[in-house]
């Protein structure tokens, strides 16, 4: 379990710190534990999208990607999913890869193994059903993952994917400044983190933005390709490359 004495501690370390003892940790645990935080294909970058679909934005959001000739990862809500088959049947239609982010936005740390199992079982084979194609992949909400929920993930068949930039696209400031911090710290090979709308948190409610969604895509899309990256989906990356791993567990 991961203790608010290891946050106090990973803050003390600081940015630099943290790095070298990440790649101490994952030297050892990651062949072993090991998420999937970036990709080997250096001159492709894997955009992600979370707890979709949505009826507003997806559609405006497949619009775009179309235009721009751009397959992404949809980290999908089954609970969403459910409400709105139609936009699955689109995202997928549209040559787009279907993951799982869970039938809601709870934390599997909060289960353990046998419950976390069951939940992941179920979400995994109902988002199947409903996507008429099998999913591969996993994203914890907010990333929250213990050894227990890990292990439960592959048990279930999943390969658990989180990633190596986040644009923070939850905190509402301006389009120019969400992109321009998910770029920052994107690298060739990476996974970048986006929201194509936001799960309210049942601890803290539902976070609000005023930027427009479908204008970050678009600008993430061009940013990436001006950068020599040519945007692609987490299952492209990781066979073109293989995929960088990491330990990856956090409350």
């Known amino acids: 379990m991961v203790t608010p004495q290891y946050w106090k ?3 003390r370390l ?14 050892v645990v990651a062949p072993v534990l090991g ?41 999908v809500l089954v609970a969403q999913a459910r409400r709105h088959p139609e936009l ?27 419950g976390a199992h069951r939940y992941l079982v179920a979400a995994r084979d109902e988002l199947q ?11 914890p909400p907010y990333g929250a993952q213990s050894v227990a929920s890990y292990l439960a993930a592959r048990r279930a068949g999943l390969e ?19 992109v321009r911090d998910g770029l920052n710290g994107l690298e060739g090979g990476g996974i970048l983190l986006l929201h194509e709308r936001l799960e309210p948190d049942p601890r803290n409610g539902a976070p609000t933005t005023s930027f427009d969604r479908i204008d970050m895509a678009r ?13 692609g989906t987490v299952g492209e990356l990781v066979r073109t490359g293989g995929p960088r791993r990491t330990a990856w567990f956090r409350p």
Do not use: K, M, N
């Open 14 to 27: 600081g940015p630099g710190g943290r790095r070298r003892v990440r790649a101490g940790v994952d030297a």
């Open 35 to 75: 998420s999937v935080r970036a990709t080997g294909a250096t001159t492709r970058a894997a955009i992600t999208f979370d707890d979709g679909p949505d009826p507003e934005v997806t559609p405006l959001l497949l619009e775009a990607l179309a235009e721009a000739h751009v397959t992404c990862t949809f980290f």
């Open 160 to 178: 658990v994917v989180v990633w190596s930039a986040d644009a923070d696209d939850w905190t509402d400031r301006s389009v120019e400044q969400v």
């Open 129 to 139: 059903s409903l996507a008429r194609a099998p999913v591969h992949y996993y994203r």
């Open 88 to 114: 699955l049947g689109a995202v997928s239609a549209a040559g787009h890869e279907i993951a799982l982010h869970g039938d809601d936005h709870g934390r599997l740390t909060e289960l353990g193994y046998r």
């Open 9 to 11: 501690l990973r803050e």
């Open 219 to 231: 600008r993430v899309i061009a940013g990436a390709r001006d950068r020599g990256w040519e945007p």
